[in-house]
């Protein structure tokens, strides 16, 4: 497992969820993230409130930095499903991932979002697929 600073080195490269989207990784462990999001005007819908694909990038970006940081191979998403529970009405969106199960070829990890209130805005379950090599 390499350093925080390491992590947020190689995944700084994921320029949507880095640079557009404001993501930054926080913590990191083994199979664990935890990353946050300052929310902005530019994560809110035509009604004001976040927009699921700011709450979904997050999600999805944490659990990239908690399956493939500091493994030989990479892991790809194949199935992502999110269940919204409530609309964030914090400043700042956490989300941490943590393996459910790791097998050969596949893994299950789930990423609960809360905001800086404590409030939860959803929970994302990943499927994903090992593949052979980071690519």
Do not use: W
Not at 4 to 19: C, I, P, Q
Not at 25 to 41: R, V
Not at 49 to 67: N, R
């Amino acid at each position: 497992m390499g350093t925080l600073e390491e992590a947020r080195e190689e995944f700084s490269k994921d320029l949507y969820a880095t640079e557009l989207s404001g993501a930054e990784i926080d913590e990191i462990g083994e199979n664990y993230a935890k990353c946050s999001m300052k929310l902005t005007d530019k994560h809110r819908n035509a009604y004001g409130g976040i927009m699921g694909g700011a709450i979904y990038t997050l999600a999805d970006f944490a659990f990239a930095v908690a399956s493939n940081f500091g493994k030989e191979y990479a892991t790809v998403s194949v199935v992502g499903q999110a269940s919204f529970m409530s609309a964030p009405k914090g400043d700042i969106l956490y989300a941490e991932a943590d393996l459910i199960k790791d097998g050969r070829s596949n893994c299950f990890y789930e990423v609960k979002i809360t905001d800086d209130t404590g409030r939860i805005a959803a929970v994302v379950s990943f499927n994903g697929a090992h593949v052979s090599k980071k690519i």
